[in-house]
């Protein structure tokens, strides 16, 4: 049966004289959802998750699965991890090297109470479900690392438990399988009806994987939404940095109009419509970011053909083969651009029309982002 997960301002210190590893965090994952925090390296995914886990005890907040809080600091309540029916899938294997396939997935079983024959079905199904059915028998040293890790999701999986935790899975993986893999993880839970959290600092992982995307940094919750607002309405300049946006113009707020503000861009007398948040005002110094996707590029006599056009010239050109990256010139400064296709359409040195689609692009306050867009940008 599917279960909810709260979390509810959570954080955890620890030493007093660092910032929080988690600051505050709140969110409700609802029964069956899959829900992904997604940062880079310290940013406190990992303390999140341990601390669901019952393997970190957080400073203050609450975590409560459906109506039983497992750690209250209000009240004191606090339940051990082997009590709190949750199965967890590490970043490493974690496999018994000397026991089979099957000692491996039946090994959180043996303490349970079960006939042999209970015990023999239950990791039977388990390991079908996961694609290794015909491995049991098989010493688990002798298996590639993708099925090392199946063998890993289906001891988490096999004694039913209520919430499943992945911290960062199928990073030790290589890409193919790694693609292979969470396709595989993404349907197996589904499949089940579990209420997952999942851990990774990949973004494709994390848009593939997950019902809704969480971005933490510096241990706070940024955003929490599903991929495509994640990616079309981004909270802040890191949020849109950290998903791919890695263009960014400067300038400065001249109004609004709705949701949509005109910037005029520094160094040029241009103006450029974006996205803006309710708290920018006129006159606001702000950072306009683009996605190299979503930037247009056409022949400088399709005029009129797309949003928002300006001129500009190719200044580079690296072909990847199933798409083109272009450094391109225009209003004083430069951006890169990236079209799908085995065919490259423009040369360096040529003379373009850049399409910028207004509802594609957002701008942010300057004001203490600078660090952000240089780290990130």
């Excluded at 491995?135 to 002798?142: N, P």
């Excluded at 949701?259 to 520094?266: A, E, K, P, S, T």
């Excluded at 306009?288 to 580079?316: D, H, Y």
Aim: a neutral charge; one cysteine or more; hydrophobic letters at 45%.
């Amino acid at each position: 049966m599917s279960v909810a997960l709260t979390v509810g301002n959570l954080s955890k210190s620890f030493s007093p004289d660092l910032p929080p590893a988690v600051d505050d965090v709140s969110f409700v994952a609802a029964p069956g959802e899959i829900i992904v925090l997604l940062g880079p390296s310290g940013c406190g995914k990992t303390t999140t998750l341990r601390m669901v886990a019952g393997l970190e005890q957080p400073t203050q907040g609450l975590i409560r699965i459906n109506d039983q809080a497992v750690y209250e600091s209000a009240t004191g309540a606090l339940v051990a991890p082997q009590h709190r029916q949750i199965g967890m899938v590490f970043q490493s294997y974690a496999v018994w090297p000397h026991m089979t396939v099957f000692e491996n997935v039946a090994y959180p079983l043996r303490r349970r109470r079960l006939t042999k024959m209970e015990l023999r079905d239950r990791v039977t199904d388990t390991l079908k479900l996961v694609g290794l059915e015909d491995y049991a028998g098989r010493s688990v040293v002798a298996l590639s690392g993708g099925q090392m890790q199946r063998v890993a999701l289906a001891r988490a999986l096999v004694y039913q438990p209520r919430i499943v935790l992945l911290d960062e899975p199928l990073s030790n993986l290589d890409a193919k399988l790694r693609i292979r893999l969470r396709d595989d993880l993404r349907a197996i839970i589904k499949q089940l009806g579990l209420t997952a959290l999942y851990v990774t600092h990949d973004q494709e992982e994390a848009v593939v994987i997950g019902d809704r995307i969480g971005v933490m940094r510096d241990g706070k919750l940024l955003q929490m939404s599903a991929a495509v607002d994640l990616y079309n309405n981004p909270a802040d300049l890191f949020v849109a940095n950290f998903t791919g946006v890695t263009n960014t113009l400067s300038g400065r707020m001249v109004n609004r109009n709705g949701v949509y503000g005109r910037v005029n861009l520094d160094g040029s007398t241009a103006h450029i419509l974006a996205k803006v948040p309710e708290a920018l005002r006129d006159g606001e110094a702000v950072l306009v970011g683009l996605r190299p996707e979503n930037i247009m590029l056409s022949e400088p006599t399709a005029a009129g053909s797309a949003p928002q056009q300006f001129a500009g010239k190719i200044m580079r050109r690296r072909f990847h083969g199933g798409q083109s990256v272009y450094t391109v010139a225009l209003l004083g400064t430069k951006l890169d651009v990236v079209e799908l296709g085995t065919a490259p359409r423009f040369a360096p040195d040529a003379d373009v029309l850049v399409g910028i689609p207004p509802d594609l692009c957002w701008a942010f306050p300057a004001a203490g982002l600078d660090a952000v867009a240089e780290e990130y940008v």
